[in-house]
């Protein structure tokens, strides 16, 4: 009985759901990231800003 208790009690699947969570997360942010960097005034201020660092 208390080997069948303590397989309960393991969090062994924790890390496996902490992984998930996280690249979630990460796609979400990255999808966000992309959406405002291919914006047009973003787009504008990283052009101005690159065509003052060539000149």
Do not use: C, H
Request: charged residues 20%; aromatic residues 6%.
């Amino acid at each position: 009985m208390r080997r069948l208790i303590a397989r309960f009690r393991g969090d062994d699947g924790m890390n496996t759901a902490e992984y998930a969570v996280g690249t979630l997360a990460a796609v979400a942010f990255a999808g966000i990231l992309l959406k405002v960097l291919t914006s047009g005034n973003v787009q504008a201020a990283l052009t101005a800003v690159i065509d003052r660092a060539l000149k």
